[in-house]
């Protein structure tokens, strides 16, 4: 971000992540859709050969841990979040790091692996942070990366902005698929995997780890019957009852250059 006005707008940004994810940490924790999953599999396969891992705003250490689990002798649990990494550190066989995703306090070089999961639409530069996954990692190293994918639609992708940061204050931007290859790709990657996915999620669960106000919610409520929410979250709704919601995530597998 070049404007100071950019750069206040980031820090802001960051200071509302962390008080609301400092709440949530147990949540996380215990969270089904963050402990287990095809994509926490995939993520953990593609990194499974590495000696030493970064796993980026690692939340409650589930993806640190499956890497564990995957057999990656070294794993770094880094959040910006302090009580997220005390949650990673004291659950799972893993080394924690408190660190900005877009300042990354390792050496150049540092890891043969770096994953990073359902976390960088709350980053407000996320090229910044390409530029850094990238930096830490040894040539050759993999980055397994997955996030909440925007529609390629720029009215529909809009829309679930919104949803979204009525769902969670903290939430800055999703980015379709196409934004992510082309950064990732502009930042010296080779992208060897790209997909979109949609994971079927409980709609009063997945509002309820976030906690929203009471006002959001009911604004929530109401968006959600909504012919924009059907078509990006393919909402099937029955006796006025959410029966079906589900999330787009995109997942990519890209390796810097030996
Ligand atoms: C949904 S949780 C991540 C879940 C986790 N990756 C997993 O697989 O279970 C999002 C995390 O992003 C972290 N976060 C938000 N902004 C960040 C930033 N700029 N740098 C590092 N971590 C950040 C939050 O503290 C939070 O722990």
Same mark, same amino acid.
């Given at each position: ?5 950019? %750069? ?5 940004? @960051? ?20 402990? +287990?999953?095809?994509? /926490?599999?995939?993520? &953990?396969? !593609?990194? &499974?050969?590495?000696?030493?891992? =970064? ?34 550190? *004291? ?5 924690? +790091? ?5 300042? =990354? ?17 709350? #980053? ?12 830490? /990692?040894?040539?050759?190293?993999? #980055? *397994? ?10 009215? =529909? ?15 800055? @931007?999703?980015?379709? %698929?196409?934004? !992510?290859?082309? !950064? ?16 079927? =999620?409980?709609?009063?669960? !997945? $509002?309820?780890?976030?906690?929203? /106000? ?7 409520d109401e968006l959600v019957r909504t ?9 099937? $709704?029955?006796?006025?009852?959410? $029966?079906?919601?589900?999330?787009? @995530? ?5 390796? @810097?250059?030996?």
């Amino acid at each position: 971000m070049n404007s100071d006005g950019g %750069q206040d707008a980031g820090r802001d940004a @960051k200071r509302e992540a962390m008080s609301s994810f400092d709440e949530a940490a147990d949540a996380y924790l215990a969270s089904d859709v963050h402990r +287990a999953g095809e994509d /926490l599999n995939t993520l &953990a396969e !593609w990194s &499974a050969d590495a000696s030493r891992a =970064l796993d980026v705003a690692c939340g409650a250490g589930h993806t640190a841990n499956a890497l564990v689990e995957a057999g990656v002798p070294s794993v770094v649990a880094a959040d910006a979040t302090p009580k997220m990494v005390r949650t990673a550190t *004291a659950n799972f066989p893993v080394a924690g +790091a408190v660190a900005d995703a877009e300042r =990354l306090p390792f050496r150049t070089g540092s890891f043969d692996a770096a994953t990073c999961r359902v976390a960088a639409h709350h #980053f407000p530069d996320p090229e910044a942070f390409v530029r850094e996954v990238y930096r830490v /990692l040894a040539p050759g190293g993999t #980055f *397994a990366f997955e996030d909440v994918a925007a529609p390629e639609d720029s009215e =529909l992708a809009d829309f679930t902005d919104r949803f979204e940061t009525l769902r969670d204050g903290s939430h800055v @931007k999703a980015h379709p %698929q196409s934004q !992510w290859a082309a !950064w990732l790709r502009d930042g010296g990657f080779e992208i060897e995997v790209s997909t979109v996915g949609r994971i079927d =999620l409980d709609f009063a669960d !997945w $509002v309820d780890r976030t906690d929203p /106000l009471a006002a959001d919610r009911e604004r929530l409520d109401e968006l959600v019957r909504t012919p924009e929410a059907a078509d990006a979250y393919e909402v099937e $709704v029955e006796d006025d009852e959410v $029966v079906e919601f589900s999330n787009v @995530k995109v997942l990519m597998r890209a390796r @810097k250059p030996a």
